[in-house]
C-alpha cells in the first residue's frame, strides 16, 4: 500500500491524520504527519520530513500539503523525488479520506483521486434545503451521493 505524508502548518497536519484515525482506524502506520511551527527553519523541517519519509514502510508515498507556496509545501517539494512520491497541495480532509481509501492503486491514480477527492469535496451550501444544494427537487426515492 501507498504511504501518505502529510505536512502542513500546525496544527494541522496532525489534526488531518486525527481525523482520518477516527474514520478508518486501521490506517495508522499508513498515515504520517509533520506539523511545520511558525518558529521551525526550513532546513529543520526538511531534516524530519526526511525521517519520517524514511521511517515509512512503504516504497511510495503521497506526499499532501496545505498551502501551495508555503513552507510546508516548499519542504514537500524538496523532499519529493518525482519517482516514487507525488505531491497534491491543498490538502483538506475529503481529499485525504479519498486517499486513505484508495491507497490500494497506483501512485499515479491516487494523486488523481487526492485532488478529485480534494475538489469535489468543496461546495457551496445554502440554509434552504441542505440536501439539494443545486435547487432542484428529486423524487423522495432519490438519493444524493456525494463521493
Not at 36 to 45: C, F, R, V
Not at 96 to 119: K, M
Not at 125 to 141: I, L, W
Request: proline share 7%.
Amino acid at each position: 500500500m501507498i504511504g501518505i505524508l502529510i505536512i502542513a502548518h500546525a496544527p494541522l497536519a496532525s489534526a488531518l491524520r486525527e481525523c482520518a484515525l477516527h474514520v478508518f482506524p486501521d490506517c495508522v502506520d499508513g498515515v504520517q504527519a509533520l506539523d511545520i511551527q511558525p518558529e521551525d527553519a526550513p532546513e529543520d523541517s526538511l531534516l524530519r520530513a526526511r525521517a519520517l519519509l524514511a521511517a515509512m514502510a512503504t516504497p511510495e508515498v503521497l506526499l499532501l500539503s496545505d498551502v501551495f507556496g508555503a513552507t510546508p509545501c516548499n519542504v514537500a517539494q524538496q523532499l519529493g523525488d518525482g519517482l516514487n512520491t507525488r505531491l497534491v497541495a491543498g490538502a483538506n480532509l475529503p481529499m485525504l479520506l479519498r486517499s486513505v481509501c484508495y491507497r490500494h492503486e497506483g501512485l499515479e491514480a491516487l494523486a488523481a483521486r487526492a485532488h478529485a477527492g480534494g475538489t469535489q469535496g468543496v461546495m457551496p451550501v445554502g440554509s434552504t434545503a441542505p440536501q439539494n444544494q443545486n435547487g432542484q427537487r428529486h423524487a423522495p426515492s432519490q438519493r444524493d451521493h456525494q463521493q
